[in-house]
C-alpha cells in the first residue's frame, strides 16, 4: 500500500482500486482456504482500511513502535482478515511484546495460506504489536 501521488489522476484511482482489490482478494482467498469464518466484513470494509491506512494514519510500518504513531483497533473477529491483509500489504515489521524488533514482518503470506489453520503458528498479535 502507498501513499504517492501521481500527476496522473486516472492511474491513482487505478492503483488505489488494485490495492483495494488486492486486500479482498487476500481476505477472501484465506476465508476460502480456512473453511471458517466470512469474507463480507473485510470485502465491504476493503475500501475504508486502504484509506485510513495511507492517507489518515500516521504509521510508520518500519517502525510500529515509533511513540506518536497512530493506533488501529479492530475489534469484529469477523474482520481479523482485513487486518492480516492490511499488516502484510503494508510491509509491517514485527515486534514482541517487549519491544523487541523481530526484522520480519509482522504477516507474511504463508501465514496468511495457513490461517485459522489446524497447527498454523500463532496469530498475528503474538509476533507484532499495534497497542
Given at each position: 500500500?502507498?501513499?504517492?501521488q ?44 486502504y ?33 492480516w ?9 514485527a515486534?514482541?511484546?517487549?519491544y ?15 490461517f ?16
Amino acid at each position: 500500500m502507498s501513499t504517492v501521488q501521481s500527476i496522473d489522476p486516472l492511474a491513482d484511482m487505478k492503483l488505489d482500486q488494485l490495492c483495494i482489490n488486492t486486500i479482498r482478494t487476500l481476505s477472501m482467498d484465506a476465508v476460502q482456504q480456512a473453511k471458517s469464518g466470512h469474507p463480507g466484513t473485510p470485502m465491504a470494509l476493503a475500501p475504508l482500511v486502504y484509506t485510513i491506512w495511507n492517507r489518515v494514519m500516521r504509521f510508520d510500518p518500519q517502525d510500529p513502535i515509533w511513540p506518536n504513531r497512530d493506533r488501529f483497533v479492530l475489534s469484529n473477529g469477523h474482520a481479523s482478515m482485513l487486518l492480516w491483509s492490511a499488516l502484510h500489504l503494508s510491509g509491517t515489521r514485527a515486534v514482541n511484546a517487549e519491544y523487541e524488533r523481530l526484522g520480519k514482518p509482522s504477516v507474511t503470506l504463508d501465514d496468511i495460506r495457513r490461517f485459522r489453520q489446524l497447527d498454523s503458528r500463532k496469530t498475528p498479535d503474538t509476533q507484532w504489536y499495534s497497542g
